[in-house]
């Protein structure tokens, strides 16, 4: 599904890896490994080069947008750009099914972003990702600020997309995270992986 060779940028590389579907790959590593900006580069959001390809297709040989609806990446930190919450989400029926399963309900859509906690935002950025049914999701500590419930729902969440074929990369502080992700376990050390590619 997703294979990745040779691939450098700005403090890392070269890095390979391979993802199959429903496979999860969990890189640890100190802050300022470069785990961070393995994902930005595999989701084309930083200059980097090296073959990356979602099944046998180069990321080059598409637009932008369109490897980014494929290859989504969450952020530690997610960026808003409109007020409210609802803004953010096309489809409200099936965004409101999304709520329900991160422990928000419908009323969340009508919440300012300005008044979201940080665990919300990471609640609902997720949400929002997962929207356009990326077939790989690159996700930066998308449970650092929550509390064991909530992290439990997310999990239980991404298991469920794991499960109808998602492949996952995610990067986190936690190694029971990987253990309760069932992850391949890699770890970053200056730029570089390790781990089986």
């Given at each position: 599904?997703?294979s990745?060779r040779?691939?450098?940028?700005t403090?890392?590389?070269?890095?390979?890896?391979?993802?199959?579907n429903?496979?999860v790959?969990?890189i640890?590593?100190?802050?300022?490994?470069?785990?961070?900006?393995?994902?930005?580069?595999i989701?084309?959001?930083?200059?980097?080069?090296?073959?990356?390809?979602?099944d046998?297709?180069?990321r080059?040989?598409?637009?932008?947008?369109?490897?980014?609806r494929k290859?989504?990446?969450?952020?530690?930190?997610?960026?808003?750009?409109?007020?409210?919450?609802?803004?953010?989400?096309?489809?409200?029926?099936?965004?409101?099914r999304?709520?329900?399963?991160?422990?928000?309900?419908?009323?969340?859509?009508?919440?300012?972003?300005?008044?979201?906690?940080?665990?919300?935002?990471?609640?609902?950025g997720?949400?929002?990702?997962?929207?356009?049914k990326p077939?790989?999701?690159?996700l930066d500590?998308?449970?650092s600020?929550?509390?064991?419930a909530?992290?439990?729902?997310?999990?239980?969440?991404?298991?469920?997309?794991?499960?109808?074929?998602?492949?996952i990369?995610?990067?986190?502080?936690?190694?029971?995270?990987a253990?309760r992700?069932q992850?391949?376990?890699?770890?970053?050390?200056?730029g570089k992986?390790?781990?089986?590619?």
């Amino acid at each position: 599904m997703l294979s990745i060779r040779d691939l450098t940028g700005t403090g890392i590389g070269p890095i390979a890896l391979k993802l199959a579907n429903r496979e999860v790959a969990a890189i640890t590593g100190p802050s300022g490994a470069g785990k961070s900006l393995l994902l930005r580069a595999i989701a084309d959001l930083d200059f980097s080069e090296g073959a990356v390809m979602l099944d046998g297709q180069d990321r080059t040989s598409m637009s932008a947008p369109d490897w980014r609806r494929k290859v989504t990446y969450v952020a530690a930190e997610t960026g808003w750009w409109a007020e409210r919450v609802g803004d953010h989400f096309e489809d409200r029926t099936a965004a409101i099914r999304l709520l329900e399963q991160i422990g928000l309900g419908e009323s969340a859509l009508d919440w300012s972003i300005p008044r979201l906690s940080t665990g919300e935002k990471q609640r609902l950025g997720l949400a929002r990702s997962l929207m356009g049914k990326p077939r790989v999701l690159l996700l930066d500590e998308p449970t650092s600020a929550l509390d064991i419930a909530n992290r439990d729902l997310i999990e239980a969440l991404l298991k469920s997309r794991i499960d109808e074929g998602t492949a996952i990369i995610i990067v986190s502080h936690d190694p029971e995270q990987a253990k309760r992700m069932q992850a391949s376990p890699y770890r970053m050390k200056a730029g570089k992986l390790e781990g089986t590619p």
